[in-house]
T-cell receptor, first 116, second 112 residues
């Protein structure tokens, strides 16, 4: 397996534009996570899915953020409209399960978003 | 909610041993994980402790004390390539849902 695949790797956009980040989890993994990483706040969990169903979106900062997982092999994180304070690295991660031997989360290489 | 505390920076000499501590507050605790992240890279999994005690994987060991809400990562025979940020993360079931919450990370600098 190629691991968790995210696209694009880098995105520069103007304030007010819509941004869509994409993620392909590892095949067979039941859990998918979206994280945001900044110097100030570290790694923040935004939302996670179990079997394509959103379980906890309490970390989504505002209504401008939305995430979907239409099938087991694809997820999107959308920001509309984008603001400069959304600039960060966004990571997608997947894991087999929540506990025990399936606990390891595999991270994609991230999308570095810059909103100007 | 969950909170984790770990030192922000540590510096150690090549070949030495370094310990990175982590204290946490959570509800419904499942276990403590450690991740490594090099600059510009993605976090990668190092270890996981669900029960008290020491887990050893090569040069890296991780320890957990559930009663003290405390754990540490021990790196032995430090190499220059170990320079990276190290994150502790707790897995818990706060609010009935499964969560993996990360600390702010410890930046380890290995010097010759």
């Amino acid at each position: 397996d190629a691991g968790v695949i995210q696209s694009p790797r880098h995105e520069v956009t103007e304030m007010g534009q819509e941004v869509t980040l994409r993620c392909k989890p590892i095949s067979g993994h039941d859990y998918l996570f979206w994280y945001r990483q900044t110097m100030m706040r570290g790694l923040e969990l935004l939302i996670y899915f179990n079997n394509n169903v959103p379980i906890d979106d309490s970390g989504m900062p505002e209504d401008r953020f939305s995430a979907k997982m239409p099938n087991a092999s694809f997820s999107t994180l959308k920001i509309q409209p984008s603001e400069p304070r959304d600039s960060a690295v966004y990571f997608c991660a997947s894991s087999l399960g929540p506990t025990g031997p399936y606990t390891e989360a595999f991270f994609g290489q991230g999308t570095r978003l810059t909103v100007v | 909610g969950q909170s984790l505390e770990q030192p922000s920076e540590v510096t150690a000499v090549e070949g030495a041993i370094v310990q990175i501590n982590c204290t946490y507050q959570t509800s419904g605790f499942y276990g403590l994980s450690w991740y490594q992240q090099h600059d510009g890279g993605a976090p990668t999994f190092l270890s996981y402790n669900a029960l008290d005690g020491l887990e050893e994987t090569g040069r890296f060991s991780s320890f957990l004390s559930r009663s003290d809400s405390y754990g540490y990562l021990l790196l032995q025979e430090l190499q220059m390539k170990d320079s990276a940020s190290y994150f502790c993360a707790v897995k818990d079931s706060g609010a009935g849902s499964y969560q993996l919450t990360f600390g702010k990370g410890t930046k380890l600098s290995v010097i010759p």
